[in-house]
């Protein structure tokens, strides 16, 4: 089954830990996309990726950092520095070319106390 | 800047159709689309539009573009207590085509 898996579905810090969010996909596509999502919000672009070793913050990306090593993998880390980070976060992948559907993982949800 | 805007709230009776309205802004993307998302899940795709086209049907599903005044709709006929969920209007930006930009959701109830 072709998809997108991100791991855990629930995560649980203390303040001031630095937290890693893995997402994976074997679509074989080489965008890959992380959102935050917060009730009434909509989703927010942190960082997305359109080649291997190569990303670009979005609209939100201070206090996040990402990696893009392998074509599969997109993990994002949540630091100490990102003053809220307790919220929904979404990954996506596209194959890059029209019409450029995303195709969403089903989401890990950070609490941060 | 590039905004999509939906209304928060759609309550319908069940066996009725249900209308989600959204605007946008952006006159240079080349498709829109329509996500589902149900409680503590991800997004999923229900259909998306090419923007030099009026109007596309799939099953349950229509969507009207309105170039001109930047307006998208998606109807949802005989609608079904499992079609609660909320619903995202998105847009390709016109300046990065991959990159989508999404409204804030119309959470969708059907009553029984």
């Known amino acids: 089954d072709g998809g997108i898996t991100q791991s855990p579905k629930y995560l649980f810090r203390k303040e001031g830990q630095n937290v890693t969010l893995s997402c994976e996909q074997n679509l074989n596509h080489d965008a890959m996309y992380w959102y935050r999502q917060d009730p009434g919000q909509g989703l927010r672009l942190i960082y997305y990726?359109?080649?291997?070793?190569?990303?670009q913050k979005g609209d939100i990306a201070e206090g996040y950092s990402v990696s893009r090593e392998k074509k599969e993998s997109f993990p994002l880390t949540v630091t100490s520095a990102q003053k809220n980070p307790t919220a929904f976060y979404l990954c996506?992948?596209?194959?890059?070319?029209?019409?450029?559907?995303?195709?969403f993982g089903p989401g890990t949800r950070l609490t941060v106390t | 800047g590039e905004d999509v805007e939906q209304s928060l709230f759609l309550s319908v009776r069940e066996g009725d159709s249900s209308v989600i309205n959204c605007t946008y802004t952006d006159s240079s993307s080349t498709y829109l689309y329509w996500y589902k998302q149900e409680p503590g899940a991800g997004l999923q795709l229900l259909t998306y539009i090419f923007s030099n086209m009026d109007m596309k049907q799939d099953q349950r599903l229509t969507v009207l573009l309105n170039k001109k005044d930047k307006h998208l709709s998606l109807r949802i006929a005989d609608t079904q207590t499992g079609d609660s969920a909320i619903y995202f209007c998105?847009?390709?930006?016109?300046?990065?085509?991959?990159?989508?930009?999404f409204g804030k959701g119309t959470k969708l109830s059907v009553k029984p």
């Open positions: 998105a847009e390709s930006s016109g300046g990065s085509q991959g990159n989508l930009i």
């Open positions: 996506a992948s596209t194959v890059g070319t029209g019409p450029y559907e995303q195709y």
């Open positions: 990726s359109q080649i291997v070793n190569d990303f």
